[in-house]
């Protein structure tokens, strides 16, 4: 089934830890994201990418770094973990920089930091 | 700066419509989403407008006023299954979505 697959489903992590989210779609979309989602909050974005060789920041960036090797992989690094990144992080996709057919989601990364 | 206003929860029973509201305040504007979001999994795309007017997919509508900043998704003959919680988002002048918070919607029988 075509989608966007992400890696791993959830994860207990040290705080000071590095770790990195993976996302992989198979749609051939240009543009991916990733956002967190806590509770009372919207989804808010990290960061981004219209395509592939190119990213760029979103409203919450600090504390994240992705990179864009390839059109389908779009990995999310923390360097160096914290409590407060504690959250789920979701990757989406489309198919346009408009995005106006609607973004894909992955089924999401729950991740704890102790 | 910008801002997408939506009720934190709403109560309907099966089988009524109900109606859910979203206002935004954006820089620009290029479109508005409306996605549903099942407990602990991703958010679904439902609809999308750009133009003023009703757009009607089944038992679900979306509709936009730019001028009012104002939109609203429709759910009609309501199920146990369209429990969930509903986002709205707006598309800004850079094509950044911009979301709210989310409804959720309790259905009781």
């Known amino acids: 089934t075509a989608g966007i697959t992400q890696a791993p489903t959830s994860q207990i992590l040290a705080a000071g830890r590095s770790m990195t989210l993976r996302c992989t779609q198979d749609?051939?979309?240009?543009?991916m994201y990733w956002y967190r989602q806590d509770l009372g909050l919207g989804l808010r974005l990290i960061h981004y990418s219209n395509t592939a060789g190119t990213t760029g920041k979103g409203e919450v960036p600090d504390g994240y770094s992705v990179s864009r090797a390839n059109t389908d992989d779009f990995p999310l690094t923390l360097a160096s973990a914290v409590p407060s990144q504690t959250s789920v992080y979701f990757c989406?996709?489309?198919?346009?920089?408009?995005?106006?057919?609607?973004?894909?989601f992955g089924s999401g990364t729950r991740l704890t930091v102790v | 700066g910008q801002n997408i206003d939506q009720p934190t929860e709403m109560t309907a029973t099966e089988g009524a419509i109900v109606q859910i509201n979203c206002t935004y305040q954006?820089?620009?504007?290029?479109?508005l989403f409306w996605y549903q979001q099942h407990a602990g999994e991703a958010p679904t795309f439902l609809s999308y407008?750009?133009l003023d007017g009703l757009e009607e997919k089944g038992r679900f509508s979306s509709f936009l006023s730019r001028s009012k900043g104002y939109s609203y998704l429709l759910l009609k003959e309501l199920q146990m299954k369209d429990s969930a919680s509903y986002l709205c988002?707006?598309?800004?002048?850079?094509?950044?979505?911009?979301w709210g918070a989310g409804t959720k919607l309790i259905i009781k029988p």
């Open positions: 407008n750009v």
């Open positions: 988002a707006v598309m800004d002048s850079n094509y950044q979505l911009i």
């Open positions: 749609m051939r979309h240009n543009a």
């Open positions: 989406a996709s489309s198919d346009s920089e408009g995005g106006r057919y609607g973004y894909t």
């Open positions: 954006t820089s620009g504007f290029n479109g």
